[in-house]
């Protein structure tokens, strides 16, 4: 089992960044890929971005490519999403997830493929 705790949302002004954390605890966290999905009010949970196991492979939704990095700190068990020149539209609950890491090169990019998911936190971007 894994668990994951995501902290680092708010509400923030158009243009302005954030930086999400998700702690994982459980088994080995550097064996595991990291995602964050993220779901608005009315909507189907998507794709942000994911890197792989050890962290040299990342790979972004075409809507905040360029805008938002994730990064990992294995030996603090952490990945981050660093979120910067953000648009209302980004407003969303996110949530990070984990899947093991059979490939290192291969983009988990569905839902479908994560086996562990945070409780989220909540992004509010104001216009």
């Known amino acids: 089992q894994v668990q994951l705790v995501e902290t680092g949302g708010g509400l923030v002004q158009a243009g302005g960044s954030l930086r999400l954390s998700c702690a994982a605890s459980?088994?080995?966290?550097?064996?595991?890929?990291m995602g964050w999905f993220r779901q608005a009010p009315g909507k189907e949970r998507e794709f942000v971005a994911t890197?792989?196991?050890?962290?040299?492979?990342?790979y972004y939704a075409d809507s905040v490519k360029g805008r938002f990095t994730i990064s990992r700190d294995n030996a603090k068990n952490t990945v981050y999403l660093q979120m910067n020149s953000l648009k209302p539209e980004d407003t969303a609950v996110y949530y990070c997830?984990?899947?093991?890491?059979?490939?290192?090169?291969?983009?988990?990019?569905?839902?479908?493929?994560?086996?562990?998911w945070g409780q989220g936190t909540q992004v509010t971007v104001s216009s």
């Open positions: 890197i792989s196991a050890r962290g040299g492979n990342t």
């Open positions: 459980g088994r080995t966290f550097s064996i595991y890929a």
């Open positions: 997830a984990a899947t093991r890491d059979y490939s290192g090169s291969y983009y988990y990019t569905t839902t479908k493929e994560y086996d562990y």
